[in-house]
């Protein structure tokens, strides 16, 4: 059997979200599918190194087993529909396991899509006409030639079945993951802050602070991009609030590529009294993410709409408490859900545990979840968690304990599960 693989997006530089996503399943399904016949599909980038020692195939930083090979596809536009449709014409393979929501026109009969989202169609305004179109019809499109769906958590599959109609039956939901363990993070962390025995990364996160101009400074911190569906607007204005009604200290720390509509939130940024307050820092690197999270009072997350939600795990596994959305995939990946008997919370968990359920007012919650529409709302419990030191300590273990239900190698094993199972 020969499994095809699309690493298209798993090698650039800077990845964020669907890339990301990548990159972690194809570097955890290595073990799973070491001895399989595997070929990775990868773009011509700048970015990309290709290196062979000892019949051992390395690209970039990840080393790849001996039965797998690399294909190098030189379309630069329209890769995936003309560059690899014909990768699928002239050398077919038994399986074709596409990590980002688009098939190709030409695929073999057994091929697993993963579907990481609908935001699109809760946020309209969030994303451009053509963007709306485009991922419409190509996620409609890549839903009916699939053999088999993925998706990436029970609210997805939930908008699936509602919004396209797409049956139950050809979807399974595998959880992400999130990247623990490669930061030599060792629990538990006093205060969950930098280890103050360890003068190397005492050292890191002065330098990291001082970079960006937080050093002795408390902050709030949202990661991810600065575009209308994160919700950038609500945030500055629940910061506005927390400055006004309880002159908090705190400065707010944006971290993150521009997006759609960024123009819109600067405009914004630069109108409140609190703008020398407000500290962009634009695409941060690996190691900067993790200082900043480790350091934070607050992960501060109320976005429109999301799929999955990683940076909640993230921000949870270092010990940085998290107020984030009550809609979408958030409650359930924050495991808001978990205290209710078995027959509520499956019902629950197929409703995709929207805006009907709040977890604040529960003790099982491992996040303060409220309405994203609401900057009172999200200031509040911003609050509750800065100012009550036994309930932002009680929501620190419930996230620390949540984590642990999350591993990239449990997804890759699960995917492994679907590529290697005989219709």
């Known amino acids: 059997m020969i499994i095809g693989i699309d690493g298209s997006r798993a090698f650039i530089k800077n990845r964020t979200g669907i890339e990301e996503y990548s990159y972690q399943v194809i570097k955890n399904l290595r073990d799973k599918l070491n001895d399989q016949r595997v070929i990775l599909y990868v773009k011509k980038t700048n970015n990309l190194q290709l290196t062979t020692y000892n019949g051992v195939v390395k690209i970039n930083d990840l080393e790849l087993p001996k039965s797998w090979q690399i294909k190098v596809i030189k379309f630069p536009r329209f890769w995936t529909q003309i560059g690899l449709s014909l990768e699928m014409l002239l ?37 451009s ?97 600065i575009e209308e569906r994160k919700n950038i607007s609500n945030i500055v204005k629940a910061f506005e609030i927390l400055k006004e009604k309880y002159n908090i200290p705190h400065k707010l720390v944006l971290a993150g590529k521009s997006g759609f509509g960024y123009q819109d939130v600067k405009s914004q940024m630069s109108k409140v009294k609190c703008c020398d307050d407000i500290v962009e820092l634009g695409f941060v690197s690996e190691e900067e993410k993790w200082e900043l999270l480790k350091k934070a009072d607050v992960f501060v997350f ?69 309405d994203p529409q609401n900057p009172q709302d999200i200031a509040e419990n911003i609050f509750k968690l800065i100012s009550d030191e036994t309930l932002k300590n009680a929501i620190i273990q419930k996230g620390l304990e949540n984590v642990k239900r999350f591993s990239w190698e449990k997804c890759a094993q699960e995917i492994s599960q679907i590529l290697l199972k005989k219709n």
């Open 91 to 127: 050398h077919p393979v038994d399986v074709l396991f596409i990590p980002a929501h688009t098939v190709p026109i030409i695929h073999p009969k057994k091929t697993i899509v993963v579907i990481h989202g609908l935001e699109y169609e809760f946020c309209p305004k969030a994303y």
């Open 129 to 225: 006409s053509w963007e709306r179109i485009y991922m419409r019809g190509t996620i409609k499109k890549s839903c009916q030639w699939a053999s088999s769906i993925i998706a990436v958590s029970n609210n997805t599959k939930l908008d699936l079945q509602r919004l396209y109609n797409v049956d139950s039956k050809k979807i399974s939901v595998i959880y992400e993951g999130y990247s623990r363990g490669e930061r030599n993070f060792q629990f538990p962390i006093s205060n969950f802050q930098s280890n103050p025995n360890d003068q190397i990364s005492k050292i890191k996160t002065l330098e990291i602070q001082s970079k960006f101009e937080i050093r002795n400074s408390k902050f709030l911190l949202f990661i991810g991009r």
């Open 302 to 370: 109320p976005t429109l709409y999301e799929g999955f939600g990683i940076p909640v795990l993230e921000a949870q596994s270092v010990g940085c408490p998290v107020v984030a959305s009550n809609n979408s995939s958030i409650p359930e990946v924050a495991s808001c859900h978990s205290g209710l008997d078995p027959e509520s919370r499956a019902k629950h968990a197929g409703e995709g545990l929207d805006s009907r359920f709040h977890g604040n007012d529960n003790g099982y919650c491992s996040a303060l979840l409220v």
